[in-house]
């Protein structure tokens, strides 16, 4: 295998953007080798658009042997089942945060990654995010070994702020 074949569960916004990476090469070693939408007539139209195979359900694409793991990009409500569906076929999972919409359902997902042995992540990046960006230039203006404890706030314009 020369690259790491992903497949994409949910095409709304967050799902074109992980698709549009795939396709323009940008994540280097994977590429989108198909696509699963709720709704058939996008899902088949922007397969067909991008040269790669749709599926009608997530346990499909899952079980495809063309697909080596899968992103999934549903509304939360359904990330414990499709990441369920998934890890039961055998395949890596990245998810869209959050990671589920209970406490329960996320050590769910997490207890069949482990019985599995298969990695399950949480997409959370956040490296353009204030706090992070002021973190990273607080760390790199220390001398050696650095511990920090943070209280994650928002203000008044819903920015993270570091005290």
Do not use: W
Request: charged fraction near 25%.
């Amino acid at each position: 295998m020369d690259r790491f074949r992903l497949g994409i569960v949910g095409l709304g916004r967050h799902g074109e953007r992980y698709a549009r990476h795939l396709l323009q090469g940008e994540v280097e070693g994977a590429a989108l080798a198909g696509v699963c939408r709720r709704d058939p007539a996008f899902g088949e139209r922007f397969a067909r658009a991008n040269g790669v195979p749709y599926f009608a359900d997530a346990r499909a694409l899952a079980a495809s042997p063309d697909i080596d793991g899968v992103i999934v990009v549903t509304p939360t409500k359904a990330h414990r089942a499709v990441a369920l569906e998934i890890l039961a076929a055998g395949k890596p999972v990245l998810i869209e945060k959050p990671l589920a919409e209970s406490e329960a359902a996320a050590a769910e997902i997490a207890q069949a990654a482990g019985r599995a042995g298969l990695a399950c992540m949480v997409a959370h990046t956040m490296r353009r995010e204030v706090l992070y960006r002021d973190l990273a230039r607080r760390i790199a203006a220390q001398a050696g070994p650095v511990g920090i404890d943070y209280v994650y706030v928002l203000d008044g314009r819903g920015d993270a702020v570091l005290r």
